[in-house]
């Protein structure tokens, strides 16, 4: 009795776990019951290094494929000679004032187009696309396709004739290759032909007995030829049936269940060494692969992947409206309430990152490892006046730090090659970058006088590093990368240049990036954001000088110079300056605000030391508007959650997820069918600043505490996350109901002083004693250091307006100390 009692007992527990973890496979699945009919709608699978787009298709499959080194060109950086003097005399044109004389000889220096000598960077290309033809299929039903982001997976399901079919894909993190598993639940049911087509001028496709190759080698594009060799092999592994081959094709006859492998190799070492020997490296890479059964290989690809995505579960309500496929869910998300969507979409920003973005390859570039084009828009290059940052923001908040690898290697070159471009065009040491850069870590102006002439690229990207030692507290991190973060500070040290005024230590020239502010003019001296990039290059070597007990003499120097960089300031309408004057408009919805860099992602603007400056801020997002491009409405969720505001971020989050538009250009934002950002068309950053902005609502760590629930929207009233960084390595988990915390877990990796900035009315109680500290108290947590910037200046027009400051929930601040690998949890005091 006693025994039959507990069958039944565990039969019912693990039917309730079951149906629960059913649920959540469910919540991460983008779901469609259709092929895809375009690129925007084909699913996306990548483990890093190769990126497949499937499309799903009954009677023609399509994996369009790529592969992350493939790159036009070849290596070599693109300085201009002999433009010092040029700069010299344009800094002078500025500081008289003659700001369009300055601009129209930047122009003639730098040209739009290309010189026949350089380059303005390389191209991301395509490798080709393989075509699966199935043969006497006939009429289908009960059709399905689904990407599952739990364990990276697509999938399609289909009926002919009473025969149900079944197409498994996979890029494989464990094995390096694409695999694609064919099977039906009738034997000998499966008769197909593969093909490989390339959008390449040079390429070449032939066959061996068992495997179909495609060879090619990327484009030429201005003064470099394209030197990038690939070699993709197809390699079916046939279980019953028959394989013949053809010159350029293989025929499977009468299989009961196939498994293709898609290995892909290049010659590409590193940004100045292309000698490795594409066959040879996809030869080894499917020679690992495919003497393993596929539930093996399926199993180690999702043990890798599992290990990074799993580390956050975040769970908003799910109406019946989520059951719906996910283009009816985006089609009708502004008019049916589905937070669930939400979820989906954050955790889809994380599958993105994953799969683009593995330690020891390549960055994601504008598109990822997703394109299709051989002269994609923007180049699908690496944009580094916001859209590679961009990309990078979740990696530590969302615990990917690892995802960040590529980006830090990125950087390391970059501080290589960027000691020409500073040398040779500014007589400066250490090393800068401009405001693009692709495979080949170039650093010279791109785009020409108007667009390219920002030197601030590598002084941006260099903050990431210190950002993830904030994160992690890895000195070691810290140390092995100090002289990069010096050589960023280090061209300012020497670059800088003193403005007539008020004798400012200024960047010059520069621009606010890719804005005006006069018809055709954007070139200028001391711009908002290069102060607070300067700011924040001259801060952060200073605080890893003080970790590190080292170079106190050059943190004394930047001590110095950093009193002499020019303030923030609030101009005659009550905004933040974008530039030095106040040449703001008032009507102005240009997609970059760049000067809020200050504000989100850096920590400058704090609602809680300046509110003043927290206000002009404000006033200059209402000024420009909420819907603009997929990135920049991105952007804005950060920067409206940095406001405290989650109801604004919350709507720019129905603003991005809404229908795309068919026209493949403009700047009207949307999410495509398949989830992926539009700018228009597609581009990633959008996908990874939404996920990071969703975070930045539920935690924030930049302004001296863990601040818990900061920008919690008031539709979403329930709810949990688990897993969320913050800066002093504290894991956070977060439930919530009716809008108020009711329960909060902290994990402390490294130990310390932890300091909660909690709603005023929330008491909680644990363990560990909370000690209520006053708001304006310093943090003793090194990590959690705010930003000591100068007093803000603030125009006579703007006073006599009366600035309003935004009201903010009140808070209070509470202390606890942690030790290194300590657990600490917290409940809600109800009526409290």
């Known amino acids: 009795m006693a025994k039959c009692l507990f069958r039944r007992l565990f039969c019912v527990v693990l039917a309730f776990f079951t149906v629960i973890y059913c649920d959540a496979q469910q919540a991460l699945l983008l779901n469609y019951d259709h092929p895809a009919k375009n690129w925007n709608e084909a699913l996306p699978l990548g483990n890093g290094r190769l990126g497949a787009m499937v499309f799903g298709g009954v009677d023609r499959d399509r994996l369009q494929l790529n592969e992350e080194t493939v790159w036009a060109g070849e290596p070599g950086n693109n300085i201009p000679s002999h433009v010092y003097d040029s700069i010299v005399q344009i800094r002078k044109l500025l500081f008289m004032k003659r700001y369009k004389a300055a601009q129209d000889m930047s122009n003639r220096v730098f040209p739009r187009n290309a010189p026949s000598n350089s380059n303005y960077g390389m191209p991301y290309q395509p490798v080709g696309d393989l075509f699966i033809k199935y043969k006497n299929l006939g009429h289908y039903q009960n059709y399905h396709r689904a990407l599952n982001i739990s364990d990276a997976t697509a999938q399609s399901t289909f009926e002919v004739s009473g025969v149900h079919y079944k197409r498994e894909v996979i890029a494989s993190f464990a094995d390096n290759v694409i695999i694609i598993r064919l099977t039906a639940d009738k034997k000998g049911a499966l008769n197909c032909e593969l093909l490989m087509e390339s959008p390449q001028l040079q390429h070449k496709v032939s066959t061996t007995e068992k495997t179909l190759v495609l060879k090619g080698h990327s484009g030429n594009v201005d003064n470099k030829k394209g030197k990038v060799r690939f070699t993709a092999i197809v390699k079916p592994v046939l279980e019953g049936g028959t394989l013949e081959s053809t010159d350029s094709s293989l025929n499977i006859q009468n299989a009961d269940a196939v498994t293709v492998y898609i290995s892909i190799g290049t010659n590409f070492n590193n940004y100045h060494d292309i000698s490795a020997d594409p066959n040879q490296r996809a030869a080894d890479y499917l020679q690992r692969a495919d003497v393993k059964p596929y539930k093996q290989a399926l199993a180690e690809h999702k043990r890798i992947y599992h290990k990074y995505f799993d580390r956050i579960d975040f769970q908003l309500e799910t109406p019946d409206t989520a059951k719906a496929m996910t283009d009816a869910r985006v089609k009708n998300f502004d008019a049916h309430y589905d937070p669930s969507l939400v979820a989906l979409y954050f955790q889809f920003g994380r599958y993105l990152l994953i799969s683009s973005s593995q330690p020891g390859g390549q960055p994601a570039n504008l598109q990822g490892i997703w394109n299709d084009k051989i002269a994609p828009p923007w180049d699908s290059k690496y944009t580094i006046n916001i859209n590679t940052e961009m990309n990078y923001w979740p990696a530590e908040v969302t615990d990917l730090p690892e995802m960040a690898a590529p980006l830090f290697s990125m950087i390391k070159d970059l501080s290589v090659t960027g000691r020409q471009s500073a040398r040779k065009m500014y007589h400066a040491r250490g090393w800068n970058a401009h405001h693009n850069t692709d495979l080949w870590r170039i650093t010279g102006p791109v785009d020409g006088g108007f667009y390219g002439m920002w030197p601030m690229g590598g002084a941006w990207l260099s903050t990431h590093l210190w950002q993830h030692f904030l994160y992690s507290g890895d000195t070691g991190f810290l140390k092995k990368n100090y002289r990069i973060l010096k050589g960023a500070a280090l061209y300012f040290v020497d670059a800088l240049q003193q403005e007539p005024d008020h004798h400012y230590l200024v960047v010059a020239p520069s621009m606010s990036p890719e804005h005006q502010y006069m018809s055709g003019v954007g070139l200028s001296a001391g711009t908002t954001m290069d102060n607070q990039l300067v700011f924040d290059v ?129 700047e009207g934002g949307g999410t495509y069918p398949n989830l992926f950002d539009a700018h228009p068309p597609f581009q990633i950053d959008g996908n990874f600043g939404c996920t990071s902005g969703i975070a930045e609502m539920l935690l924030q760590s930049q302004d001296g505490a863990l601040e818990i629930l900061p920008a919690l929207p008031d539709q979403w009233q329930k709810g949990s996350i688990k897993g969320l960084m913050g800066r002093g390595g504290f894991k956070v988990d977060i439930e919530w109901s009716k809008g108020q915390v009711t329960r909060l877990k902290i994990q402390s990796a490294i130990g310390g002083n932890c300091r909660l900035r909690l709603p005023a009315g929330l008491r909680l109680r644990g363990k560990e004693a909370l000690f209520e500290v006053p708001a304006n108290s310093s943090n003793p947590n090194p990590y959690y250091k705010t930003a000591a910037i100068k007093k803000p200046l603030i125009s006579e027009k703007a006073k006599a307006r009366e600035l309003t400051i935004p009201a903010i929930p009140p808070t209070k601040c509470y202390d606890f100390k942690t030790i290194k690998g300590g657990v600490y949890v917290f409940y809600a005091v109800e009526n409290s």
């Open 538 to 666: 001259f801060s952060q070597v200073i605080a890893a000088s003080r970790f590190l007990n080292q170079d106190k003499l050059f943190a004394d120097t930047l001590k110095t110079l950093i009193k002499r960089l020019p303030p923030m300031q609030v101009g005659q309408y009550g905004q933040l300056q974008e530039w030095l004057q106040d040449w703001d408009k008032q009507h102005d919805t240009h997609r970059h605000i760049s000067h809020l860099y200050g504000l989100f992602p850096s920590n400058q603007i704090s609602p809680y030391e300046h509110p003043a400056l927290f206000a002009a801020a404000k006033k200059t997002l209402i000024s420009r508007g909420d819907v603009s491009t997929g990135w920049s409405m991105g952007w804005k969720v950060n920067w409206w959650a940095r406001m405290k505001d989650g109801n604004h971020s919350w709507k720019l989050i129905l603003d991005q997820l809404r229908p795309a538009p068919e026209v493949n250009k403009g």
